[in-house]
């Protein structure tokens, strides 16, 4: 019992302390908020207003639309990083590949520089004026622009493939070296070549990875922040609310509405609760059903 | 939040006590004796001048002034962050669009019966009604910026093009500018900042986005004079006639030095700025009245321009008074704002223009009166505008709409559509009383 509670205590600490209080002062903070008389003038006092920031914020088009913005950030992240990973992941584990230690190393290190520094090479690659790459393609006469309106979801998605995928590789990579060998001699000794060992038999082992990584690409996709709000200094076409977290960070810090800020949290948090949920459930009766 | 705000003082405390170790006890900040210490933010040129020459000649009052980074640098936030933590300056500077949302937040004082009515008389009606609300004021007007047409008199004169005194003579001379030289365009329609220039066209043409006639904020950013005001400028960029290109960025003063950018629709101050931006444009520049849309009514909007407020915090709120005051009405003041440099601000206080105008050397546009046709420019300006509550972020969302539209993804009436409907969630979630129509 003791060993029990001690071994538990720093989990628990760790998560009321970082989790369960900020929740709980978020929720404070969104039914309470400032209230205004008419014109509102001469500032306001804090009440409780109930849910009224959250029907303000499911009211608004832009909170929704970060959601849109997501989902396509998603439809295009979420298929090319998993396929990318395991396909890297996979061409290691068959022994194709020498030096492999480099190899990984060398697709692991982008995931160890800082997403924000990272947001910002690119963002100095992607600026017309600056950047070496639209030099290089205009004088082979081609004209690009990573920030227009239509290539600028695909180039966020760029930014955050750099650094997701070294590090969704080695997770693919760990689960590979996990396989029960004999397995893999039993596909050779069936005649099976390397990429229908790699494809029919590796990929469905790990499957269990496969789904943790789509997880987590949807929850990071979920919360993000960094790269977009980087590309809001550099092009319009990435509005101040373009992603759920920005529109919160925007509620805050620009429109000093602490109470739809911390709705919009909420909001999120409930989405992305019920998201993993959903994920997890589906991938669990899945594995029930393929047994 | 009063408490949070309490907490945060409190930390402060400590942390300034901590600060001070030993020295404690040496603050004179409640001793009797000695001159009036008042703190005092801005982001303008010349301010730092104008505390200097304010020190030198006042005795009881000292500012220790601090220079801010302009609103959208970061300076709205700092104000706003400042006055959550119960530490705003005694004095700080803010422009007319961004005043009601911080007159909502309380950070300024109500100072209808702080400002003296001497003061008050000298100011420009317009400028005055732009910061009180229901019969309260909440800041002095410094400046007032009514809109002009910059314009590159040698390529006018050169493709002989007539000056244009209509909206309707402004677009068939953007056309045959085009034609003369099919690189240059007439003017900028512009994305970062556009919003504010769309406003300053819609006022001139009679809109209203806000109204705050019964207690109630009336919104409109898509009423009658703004469609009319939008479909114009819509068919000048669907026609390719103006530069889609955000304002103040450096492709556009690029294309304003190379002349493919021929003028420039902006308040007053742009004369100054143009100056300070673009020397080698000396001598070919010339400042027109703003464009018309019916001569035998002249009417106009402002773009730009500044007030001083009264902080809520603030100890010492007579003081403030008088420093803003001297400001405002002081030609002193003025003298050693334009000492700086060149600004060519439209005092608020018309009796000061001729202090401007000693002051200001104009031979950059050949000499020209430009303070006399600011003069009369100003009084053309349309009383019954109002700023709304959440300018900030409603500009941010229209101009972002602009962009789009610039890019050919949507019209200009969308991205003011779409900023209205960003701003209303807002309002409401403030407990406004808020309707549309």
């Known amino acids: ?291 | 939040m009063r408490w949070t705000r309490k907490v945060t003082a409190a930390l402060l405390t400590i942390f300034a006590m901590l600060l001070a170790g030993c020295s404690a006890g040496d603050s004179s900040d409640t001793a009797g004796s000695g001159p009036v210490h008042i703190t005092f933010w801005s982001a303008l040129r010349g301010s730092q001048e104008v505390v200097d020459e304010f020190n030198r000649t006042h005795t009881k009052i000292k500012v220790d002034f601090e220079q801010v980074p302009s609103g959208d640098q970061g300076g709205w936030a700092k104000l706003s962050n400042a006055a959550r933590a119960g530490n705003a300056p005694d004095v700080a500077t803010i422009e007319y669009p961004q005043l009601p949302g911080y007159a909502i937040d309380g950070v300024p004082r109500d100072i209808t019966k702080l400002l003296p009515d001497s003061v008050r008389r000298k100011i420009l009606p317009q400028a005055m009604d732009l910061t009180t609300f229901d019969g309260r004021t909440y800041a002095v007007p410094v400046d007032i910026e009514p809109m002009v047409f910059l314009y590159r008199k040698d390529l006018f004169t050169k493709n002989d093009i007539p000056v244009p005194k209509t909206w309707a003579e402004f677009e068939s001379s953007a056309r045959k500018l085009k034609e003369a030289d099919p690189r240059s365009r007439i003017a900028s329609l512009f994305t970062t900042g556009g919003t504010l220039h769309m406003a300053g066209y819609s006022w001139q043409a009679g809109a209203r986005w806000y109204d705050t006639s019964g207690e109630t904020w009336h919104v409109s950013m898509d009423d009658a004079p703004t469609r009319k005001v939008t479909a114009y400028w819509q068919r000048l960029l669907d026609d390719d006639l103006v530069r889609v290109e955000p304002s103040s960025s450096q492709q556009w003063r690029a294309h304003l030095r190379s002349g493919e950018t021929a003028g420039w629709l902006a308040g007053a101050w742009a004369a100054g700025s143009m100056m300070s931006s673009t020397p080698s444009g000396k001598g070919k520049w010339a400042i027109a009245p703003f464009p018309q849309w019916d001569l035998k009514k002249p009417t106009l909007g402002t773009q730009g321009g500044s007030t001083f407020m009264v902080t809520k915090d603030s100890n010492r709120p007579k003081e403030a008074m008088e420093f803003i005051s001297w400001m405002v009405t002081s030609p002193a003041a003025l003298r050693a704002k334009l000492s700086s440099g060149v600004s060519s601000a439209y005092p608020s206080v018309p009796e000061l223009v001729s202090v401007a105008r000693k002051e200001m050397d104009t031979s950059y546009y050949s000499g020209q009166d430009i303070f006399g046709l600011f003069h009369r420019e100003a009084k053309l300006i349309d009383p019954r505008w109002k700023w709304g509550p959440r300018m900030v972020s409603t500009t941010s969302s229209g101009d972002d709409g602009l962009a789009r539209a610039g890019a050919g993804s949507g019209t200009i009436l969308d991205a003011l559509r779409e900023a209205q409907r960003r701003t209303l969630p807002d309002l409401k979630s403030l407990g406004l009383s808020v309707t549309t129509h």
């Open chain 1, 1 to 291: 019992m003791l060993a029990c509670v001690t071994l538990l205590a720093p989990f628990t600490a760790l998560l009321v302390a970082v989790f369960l209080v900020p929740v709980g002062y978020a929720i404070g903070l969104s039914l309470f908020s400032e209230d205004h008389k008419g014109l509102g003038f001469g500032g306001g006092i804090t009440v409780f207003t109930g849910l009224r920031s959250y029907l303000a914020v499911l009211d608004d088009p832009s909170f929704m639309s970060g959601f849109g913005a997501i989902a396509l950030y998603c439809v295009i992240f979420v298929p090319v990083v998993v396929v990318s990973a395991l396909a890297l992941a996979l061409l290691l584990d068959s022994g194709l590949v020498r030096l492999r230690r480099t190899a990984q190393m060398l697709l692991y290190l982008p995931h160890a520089v800082p997403g924000i520094i990272a947001a910002l090479i690119w963002l100095y690659l992607y600026t017309p004026g600056l950047s070496p790459v639209i030099k290089l393609f205009a004088q082979a006469d081609i004209t690009i622009d990573f920030l227009g309106l239509h290539t600028v979801l695909p180039s966020i998605v760029n930014i955050a493939l750099w650094s997701g995928l070294g590090y969704n590789m080695v997770i693919f990579y760990a689960a590979l070296q996990a396989l029960p060998r004999e397995v893999l001699e039993a596909a050779r000794i069936d005649g099976a070549g390397d990429v229908r060992t790699a494809l029919q038999v590796k990929v469905p082992i790990i499957r269990a990875s496969v789904v943790m990584v789509c997880m987590f690409s949807l929850i990071g996709a979920l919360q993000l922040f960094t790269e977009p709000m980087l590309m809001n200094q550099a092009t319009p076409m990435v509005n101040s609310r373009f992603t759920p977290n920005m529109y919160i960070y925007d509620a805050a810090f620009r429109r000093n509405n602490y109470g739809m800020a911390a709705a919009a949290s909420v909001i999120l948090l409930v989405v992305t609760c019920a998201l993993s949920y959903a994920v997890t459930r589906w991938a669990g009766r899945r594995d029930r059903s393929a047994r």
